[in-house]
């Protein structure tokens, strides 16, 4: 059982305001050679969304050609309908470098997370360092 399987999508949209700054990191890995540091939003995210498929996913674009010399990514998650999700990366000059439709099940209806190196934090963590 999962939390979002015990608090609503209001209570965990409500939540995630919550994380200011992060005070610890877990690691996220899909290898010994992949690997990114997740804020305690993040985390959170991750394990109470059953996220590890979003981490994943940041996680194995970061050697993609349009990534590479990019320091601060953007990502966006965003609900739309039929169960479809919209996942772009956009970079600090607001350009787009990675836009694709998904068909997944996601309980947030929206969701941007930044990474930068290979740091990953919500937007309220980043927006307060």
């Keep these: 059982m999962t939390v979002t399987d015990k608090i609503s999508r209001k ?3 409500e939540r995630l305001s919550d994380f200011k700054s992060s005070n610890q990191v877990y690691l996220h890995r899909l290898s010994e050679s992949w690997k990114m540091l997740l804020s305690e939003g993040c985390f959170f995210v991750r394990e109470s969304a059953d996220a590890y ?3 994943d996913l940041i996680l194995s674009y970061q050697s993609s050609s349009a990534l590479i010399g990019v320091t601060m990514q953007r ?3 965003r609900k739309m309908r039929r169960g479809q999700l919209q996942i772009m990366c956009v970079s600090r000059k607001g350009d787009v470098l ?8 996601f ?8 990474v930068i190196g290979n740091y990953a934090r919500l937007k309220s963590e ?3 360092e």
């Design 107 to 114: 309980v947030l209806d929206d969701l941007t997370i930044y």
């Design 11 to 13: 209570k965990l949209d």
């Design 98 to 105: 990675i836009a694709k439709t998904e068909k997944r099940k």
């Design 53 to 55: 498929w979003l981490f």
């Design 126 to 128: 980043y927006l307060h």
């Design 75 to 77: 990502w966006n998650i």
